[in-house]
């Protein structure tokens, strides 16, 4: 009985082909799925790159702000340029112009608070690529209920591709001081 089913196992095997490969629809049905899960995938891959450039100019934004801070605890104001502050980052970079607002506007100078005063320094990040964000980082003077001054930051994000918000401080150095972007989310 055992020898009969091993050969009927051996007839078996064969009697199949070794070979016979896939089938053209079996072929077609695999190329639409991996088409499928590269059309979803894409995109979002792509969006990903952009968010890692973009998450430099919120670096540099934010360092710039926390410097300028620190400066202004050193000195009756805040600086006027980038290198000032002794951070060692350039102001232009491939994707990003650091500085004043728009690209070519006097890179690594920063936009005072214009108050007559001097209490505040803006910096942009102005996109050179279409597809980036810009941002705008405010430091400016704040009075808190208790008639101390002290330094607020702030960092705006555009909010539209290649454009830079529109960032503006009212009321600097009283206690209704308060920043404000047009185009932009500030957080």
Known sequence: MKTDLKAKL??????????????????????IIIGI??????????????????????????????????????????ATEIPELGLGIQTETKF???????????????????????????????PKD???LGYAGATYLLLDEGGNVTTTAVLCKSEAANDTPDLGVTNAAKDTAKAEATDGDCG
């Open 37 to 78: 899960l590269a059309a979803i995938a894409l995109p979002a891959f792509l969006n990903q790159a952009n968010r890692a450039r973009q998450t430099e100019a919120q670096t540099y934004v934010g360092s710039v702000n926390r410097a300028q801070q620190a400066y202004r605890l050193e000195q009756p104001t805040f």
């Open 130 to 132: 279409v597809a980036l």
């Open 96 to 126: 990003y112009e650091y500085g004043k607002q728009g690209v070519g506007a006097g890179p690594g100078e920063t936009e005072p608070v214009t108050d007559g005063i001097g209490s505040g320094a803006i910096t942009f990040a102005n």
């Open 10 to 31: 051996v007839q078996h095997l064969l009697k199949k082909k070794g070979n016979e490969g896939f089938t053209l629809i079996e072929l077609l049905v695999v190329i």
